[in-house]
């Protein structure tokens, strides 16, 4: 097995490393506010609404002046969760389920349609590629594991060359078990041929943490200031740059 150094700081006997998408690997903080933005307005516009009914979806969202909250529904969760929030907002404020559901899916195909593709607005952080390259050169195994669906979960790694240096990936589709279910997780590592017990989750908000918690992996490691945010409360190690995560063969 494989022994992974996060600055000063060890893991043992770790066989897999699995990253999360955005907000981890991907830069998509300003392409998830603007989106947030779009369809909050869209939604508002369907339902012969204001400025109120805007903030009301935007809060549900997790979006502020202040930014994006990477803890809140448009950061951390699936398309799915975030329909469904958004139709909650509109029942709130008096309109029928049925009509809401409709809203909420014909705005959020119109603002995907307008935007013709996700991985050109969100880049990986500055020494992604080169991380990814270095540990793929060890005995660990990579696997990326998204809220996102699966469709630009590979349209980020193929836009951006990363899929030599990823063993495996896993999007979210709508039927499947958001994190932090850990059901998915555990399809990745068998794909991987890994113990779950063995493999460290790489993420930048609680639902990583959560994810890592409830599948019993061999930890958490949140990503800091340089990703925009604080370290997760709770995290086995945090990671200040790329560069700090290396991976050492163990013996003996």
């Known amino acids: 097995m494989v022994g992974v150094q996060c600055g000063q700081q ?4 770790v066989q897999a490393i699995v990253f999360d998408k955005d907000g981890t690997l991907a830069n998509s903080h300003h392409l998830l506010q603007r989106t947030a933005l779009a369809r909050a307005a869209a939604c508002a516009a369907a339902a012969g609404a204001g400025d109120d009914l805007i903030q009301a ?3 549900c969202f997790g979006v502020s ?5 990477p803890d809140g529904l448009m950061a951390a969760g699936t398309r799915e969760a975030n329909k469904q929030g958004a139709v909650t907002v509109l029942v709130k404020a008096g309109h029928s389920l049925a009509q809401a559901t409709e809203w909420v899916a014909d705005c959020f195909a119109a603002v995907n349609a307008a935007r013709n593709g996700k991985a050109a607005y969100t ?3 500055e020494g992604t590629a080169a991380m990814l390259e270095r540990l793929h050169q060890s005995p660990l195994k990579i696997g990326v594991l998204s809220s996102d669906s699966p469709a630009f979960v590979e349209e980020f790694l193929t836009y951006y060359k990363l899929l030599p240096w990823v063993d495996e990936w896993q999007g979210t589709g709508p039927e499947d078990p958001p994190k932090p279910d850990p059901t998915l997780l555990g399809v990745l590592c068998d794909h991987l041929q890994v113990s779950v017990a063995h ?3 790489v993420g930048d908000s609680w639902v990583d943490l959560a994810l890592a918690e ?3 992996a061999a930890g958490f490691v949140s990503v800091s200031e340089p990703w925009g945010r604080s370290p997760v409360p709770g995290a086995t190690l945090v990671l200040s740059q790329w560069d700090d995560l290396t991976a050492e063969t163990e013996f003996g």
Not at 65 to 69: E, F, P, Q, S, T
Request: net charge negative; charged share 15%; aromatic share 4%.
């Open 10 to 13: 060890q893991i043992a006997n």
């Open 57 to 59: 979806l935007l809060d």
């Open 65 to 69: 002046a202040h930014g994006i909250d």
């Open 123 to 125: 880049p990986p952080f």
């Open 199 to 201: 493999t460290l989750v």
């Open 214 to 216: 409830q599948a019993k």
